[in-house]
C-alpha cells in the first residue's frame, strides 16, 4: 500500500504538533517550516484534520493548531483516514470494474490487517521513540512522554 503524499503530510503535521507543540497553538507557517511541506497545503490538510477532530484550531493573535486529544489517543489510522477516507476504499480504488473471477475478499481483509496495524500505532509512541532516537525538538523543554 502506497500512501499519498497528502496523507505523508497529515502525519508529519500531527507528529510535529504531538512533539513539538504542547499546549499551545502552532500556525501552520511554522510546522511547515520545520516539516518542508508548504503552510498553504498543509492549512488545507489541516482543515481536514480538523473536522475529524483530531486538531482544533484557535483564530487571531496566538493562534494556530493544537491536538484535540492527548497523543496517546491519536492512531496512525486516524490521520490517514481523516484525509483519504476509509481503508476499505483506499486499499481497493485502483480496481476499476468488477470481475468474477477477482478475489473481492481479499480487499477487506487486507483493509482490516493494514488497519490494524495502524490503529497500533499512536503519536505518543511516535514522540517517545522521536525522543529514544534523539530527534532534536523545536523547543528543548518540551513534553517529553514516557511510560
Known sequence: ???????????????????????????????????????????????????????????????????ARPPSEITLRDVIEAVEGPLDRLVARDLAGDAPARPGFLWKELADTVGAALSGIDFGALCREASSRAIPRAHPESQMYHI
Do not use: H, W
Request: positive net charge.
Open 1 to 67: 500500500m502506497r500512501l499519498s503524499l497528502q496523507a505523508q503530510y497529515a502525519v508529519c503535521g500531527v507528529f510535529d504538533l504531538a512533539y513539538n507543540g504542547g499546549d499551545e497553538p502552532v500556525q501552520v507557517r511554522v510546522i511547515g517550516d520545520r516539516q518542508r511541506i508548504p503552510s498553504r497545503y498543509l492549512e488545507q490538510i489541516f482543515q481536514r484534520l480538523r473536522r475529524a477532530r483530531i486538531v482544533q484550531g484557535k483564530r487571531g493573535p496566538g493562534g494556530g493548531y493544537t491536538l
